[in-house]
């Protein structure tokens, strides 16, 4: 009985994750190394990554600063009534619970060029929708809750003595963060980046929606898998794939050995 | 510092935590604020500290108000209960950090971190983490760390809270004397009346907000001014009808008085201990508890129980027996007012003839 267990779990194990990922490796090389370079070479290619890298690191760096702002209102706003921030609080994971693409539908409705705001942007030379700041905002809104949720029980634990004790040690609240708040809350932050490059590496609803998926415009490296999917280009398909999956296991490597660093602080 | 309190008010949502408080200590003195949990105290210091915001009333450090200024420049230092350590910090780091937020020259913050390692008695804890210490250490860490950029007042939220039984009595001892040398007015918050009439200079009794009463420990004890007072220091009883006792049958005592017994104003024994036995009651002993330096005796005296201390050196007492019981003096109280009685058959009829 334990047995059949176990050979079901490893079966399964096998199907969804083992199996696929042999096959996206096999698939990228079934024209040899060279077909692999070519599918990467190709100028839609190189254009799609790199818009995938620039998305990582705005969306990164924002969801970054605003998450962490974000925790620290929800869990230390005293100005907020405990009402509102429960409301906020349970707002925050939205976007876990709406379809990426309906984020991103929102997005268009509310922003895109037939739209007040959208129309205003698009006057002073701003385009939002169907361009960059379009799929960050996307992207940003799929992966807003990732660094809220990491940093929040972590302020909650600490509580307020130790920023109290700096400011009656006469620290304002700058040296305070970073002396004595920014400490705690560190290895919470970088998991919640982890998470938001591995999340914003493989966003493609939102910003599907978003981008209109123009080709060396808009186009990201998940959008392009799809389209080269589409055009039965499977090949240069599983390459792109292929350096996504790499780039998302080496995160999630750097994550465990993150966990195992924190273990031994 | 001077310190003055003028109508300090706060509510909390419905709660009216402190109630109209007003009180002013001397420079170097050592106040203990007691009272029971929840009643307020602790709001209290941390108004004084600028963590909290009074609703109404008046701060006042060495006559300036300082209602509006942050806690960062009201040159007080805070130990909070949990002594709220830097935790990854060392003990050198958490002691140089309200230095170093001064921007002295690294070699005096060497200098002043080394004299209070030394004198709290930390000397080789320096690079050691908060986490690495015993609740003694950690309390003396967070002691040096409020001392070291020289504050005008010293706030302590219950200091000897979470630290067991044994310690806590050397640690008494320990701040008493440190707060003494460095002449820093002090105020510490303690519910524990021993600790509180051990280390401080004067007691300040709160109790649901409001301040019952200020002065010097024995003071308090001797004549306590609200019953309150009278039942939170000591040990005592209550008595429903004082009348039915020997010796404060008059003294206009009206009916509506009740009456509070400590268990050092009574004496118990056979009837040849008492010189005067006209002024003692018959009562007879209840149960006898053993308190390791002396026997607790409740004994029964018409329908009141009463509760005292009998020494060891004398013959123990049997439960049911008959013994004799002098009561010395009572602390009376009505819904307006109190007072002290004195036992009136007391005095000695004789003497008068001598």
């Known amino acids: 009985m334990r047995r059949l267990w176990i050979t079901l779990t490893w079966l399964v194990f096998s199907i969804l994750i083992l199996i696929p990922l042999v096959v996206l490796t096999t698939g990228a090389f079934d024209e040899g190394g060279e077909g692999f370079l070519q599918a990467l070479g190709r100028p839609e290619a190189m254009h799609a990554l790199m818009m995938t890298g620039m998305i990582v690191v705005v969306v990164t760096l924002l969801n970054g600063i605003f998450g962490i702002m974000m925790g620290i209102y929800l869990v230390r706003g005293n100005w907020l009534s405990r009402k509102l921030r429960q409301l906020f609080n349970s707002i925050v994971d939205l976007p876990y619970a709406v379809s990426p693409v309906i984020g991103g539908l929102m997005i268009v409705l509310l922003l895109g060029p037939d739209t007040v705001i959208g129309a205003f942007f698009e006057n002073i030379g701003f385009k939002v929708v169907y361009a960059f700041p379009g799929m960050v905002i996307a992207t940003l809104f799929v992966t807003f809750p990732l660094m809220v949720r990491e940093v929040m029980p972590v302020l909650q634990e600490i509580g307020t003595d130790q920023e109290e004790a700096a400011s009656t040690l006469g620290a304002y609240s700058w040296r305070t963060f970073w002396q004595v708040t920014w400490p705690s809350i560190r290895w919470a932050v970088i998991y919640g980046t982890i998470l938001t490059v591995a999340r914003s590496l493989g966003e493609f609803g939102a910003v599907l929606v978003v981008s209109g998926n123009i080709i060396n415009k808009t186009q990201t490296a998940t959008t392009l898998v799809y389209q080269d999917m589409e055009n039965f280009n499977v090949t240069a398909a599983n390459g792109v794939a292929l350096v996504l999956a790499v780039f998302s296991i080496g995160l999630l490597l750097l994550m465990e050995r993150a966990k195992k660093r924190k273990e031994v602080l | ?354």
């Open chain 2, 1 to 354: 510092m001077h310190v003055e309190v003028r109508h300090l008010d706060k509510h909390f949502g419905q709660f009216h935590a402190v109630q109209d408080v007003s009180f002013s200590i001397a420079k170097g003195h050592l106040i203990g604020l007691l009272g029971p949990s929840g009643g307020g105290k602790t709001s209290i210091l941390r108004m004084l500290a600028g963590l909290e915001s009074p609703g109404s009333g008046e701060i006042i450090f060495h006559g300036k108000t300082v209602n509006h200024l942050p806690p960062q420049e009201r040159e007080i230092g805070f130990v909070f209960q949990n002594y709220a350590l830097f935790k990854h910090m060392t003990v050198f780091d958490n002691i140089a950090f309200g230095l170093k937020v001064k921007k002295i020259r690294k070699e005096a913050i060497r200098e002043r971190v080394r004299e209070l390692v030394e004198l709290t008695g930390l000397s080789g804890f320096e690079h050691r983490y908060p986490h690495q210490l015993s609740g003694g250490q950690r309390q003396r860490v967070a002691f040096a760390r409020a001392l070291a950029p020289e504050p005008q007042l010293l706030l302590l939220d219950e200091p000897f809270a979470a630290i067991d039984a044994k310690i806590r009595q050397e640690l008494r001892t320990w701040l008493r004397e440190l707060i003494e040398r460095v002449g820093i007015t002090s105020i510490f918050v303690t519910h524990d009346q021993d600790e509180a009439i051990e280390v401080a200079d004067e007691i300040m009794i709160i109790n649901s907000g409001r301040l019952e009463q200020k002065g010097t420990p024995w003071d308090i004890y001797k004549q306590p001014s609200t019953p309150f007072v009278a039942s939170f220091i000591g040990e005592s009883t209550i008595v429903e009808e004082i009348g039915q006792l020997k010796g404060f049958d008059h003294h206009g005592i009206t009916a509506s008085a009740r009456a509070l017994i400590r268990p050092e104003y009574i004496e118990i024994g056979p009837a040849h201990e008492f010189r005067l036995l006209s002024a003692t009651e018959t009562g007879i002993v209840r149960h006898m508890h053993f308190r390791g330096s002396q026997w607790m005796v409740e004994v029964e005296v018409g329908t009141n129980r009463l509760i005292t201390y009998r020494s060891l050196e004398k013959d123990t007492l049997e439960v049911g027996q008959d013994v004799q019981v002098l009561v010395h003096r009572a602390y009376l109280f009505n819904d307006n007012e109190s007072w002290i009685a004195e036992n009136t058959l007391k005095a000695d009829p004789l003497s008068v003839f001598i």
